[in-house]
């Protein structure tokens, strides 16, 4: 991407070659297994074990190195060196060599007495980095296993590994818990709605928190959904008695009457009014696309509709209606496709002129259940 002077900028990986002091370890390395993955995307055969894993060190994505030096460095590493592809070689050598400057045997901060430093420093003049070697062989595993055990207890970076990483296996233990808290806990209730588990994810602190509000919701509906949002409460509607709930009077069937006791339990009718179970959402004002999203036609509504149900619950009702903006109201018209074509109730209206307010006459139910 080129730069306001219009040079093109270096990459993140040219950067981290020439200047590694300037990067933050734990970074560098994850910069590091990217690049690892991404070259062997589409050939196996040039897959490096992560940092810190069981394989043999030679085969990892970075190799670890202590500073040979008195002195003590500004920065946690010193250089960085990346190696030349070699076809012919089926070791596969490590993608980099990174010298640091903690948690070594030797250097600055060493626990090994002086004169072991001052020793290696003295062999690799004479050109003999055998000693050296030798020590970073506890020098990397030290510093790998330091790196995993900083990855595995901070979300983002183990999340990301498990992710990205086919070679990481099962899914962080982070992950684990935050699926517990939605009721995603188990393998066999993921994957069976519209809306992505990770969603589910993201909103967790949403859906851990009781009771449920209608803050909450809204929050969680113009976030995945990117529109203005309300929710409506105590929207009116009938409801259905059974033949148990309604009353009766004594006959020869039932001698004593059923649910007959005036004003204690008398219902005249079949039917009740109720607004203690009935809520509404409400989306836009948005244009006619977004619009047609929300009909029962629509990718929209039943991932709208999974998500509030598994937000709610099944004890309230609910029907989403999405408000048209009043200028992008459409002529009706007979005909066109199945998206786009006039439908009652739907999408239609009867105008000669714009209309007077933003439409908001069409309601959609859907129960929201997979």
């Not at 810190?52 to 030096?69: I, K, L, N, Y």
């Not at 009043?326 to 002129?353: F, H, Y």
Request: proline letters at 8%; glycine letters at 8%.
């Amino acid at each position: 991407m080129a730069a306001t002077s219009g040079r093109k900028g270096a990459s993140v990986t040219e950067r981290l070659a020439a200047e590694p002091h300037k990067f933050d370890f734990f970074q560098a390395v994850r910069l590091l297994e990217h690049i690892a993955r991404e070259r062997s995307k589409g050939d196996p055969d040039k897959a490096r074990v992560p940092v810190g894993d069981d394989g043999p060190p030679r085969h990892e994505t970075v190799r670890f190195r202590a500073f040979p030096s008195h002195t003590f460095p500004s920065s946690e590493i010193t250089s960085l060196t990346f190696s030349e592809e070699d076809p012919s070689d089926e070791a596969k050598p490590s993608l980099a060599d990174m010298v640091v400057t903690f948690l070594g045997l030797t250097g600055p901060s060493g626990v090994l007495p002086q004169h072991y430093t001052q020793l290696v420093i003295d062999r690799i003049r004479q050109k003999d980095d055998s000693l050296r070697d030798f020590l970073d062989l506890f020098n990397h595993r030290t510093v790998s296993l330091f790196f995993r055990a900083w990855e595995k207890y901070r979300l983002p970076a183990a999340f990301e590994r498990s992710a990205v990483d086919p070679s990481a296996g099962a899914e962080d233990p982070f992950t684990r818990c935050l699926y517990s808290l939605v009721g995603l806990g188990t393998d066999r209730v993921r994957s069976r709605l519209a809306v992505t588990d990770p969603a589910f994810l993201y909103f967790s602190g949403h859906f851990s928190h009781h009771p449920r509000t209608v803050t909450g919701l809204e929050c969680i509906i113009a976030d995945y959904f990117e529109l203005p949002v309300d929710v409506l409460q105590f929207q009116g509607q009938w409801l259905y008695l059974s033949l148990d709930d309604q009353s009766c009077t004594p006959s020869a069937i039932e001698p004593d009457g059923r649910n007959c006791q005036l004003g204690f339990n008398v219902v005249v009718g079949e039917r009740v009014w109720s607004v203690e179970n009935k809520f509404r959402v409400r989306l836009g004002p948005v244009g006619y696309e977004q619009f047609c999203r929300f009909t029962p036609m629509g990718e929209g509504l039943m991932p709208l509709c999974q998500l509030v149900r598994s937000y709610v619950g099944p004890e309230f009702d609910f029907d989403i209606q999405p408000v048209l903006r009043a200028q992008e109201a459409p002529e009706c018209k007979i005909g066109g496709d199945i998206m786009a074509g006039s439908r009652l109730g739907w999408n239609t209206w009867l105008r000669s002129k714009p209309l007077p307010k933003d439409a908001d006459e069409a309601v959609f139910v859907n129960e929201g259940y997979p």
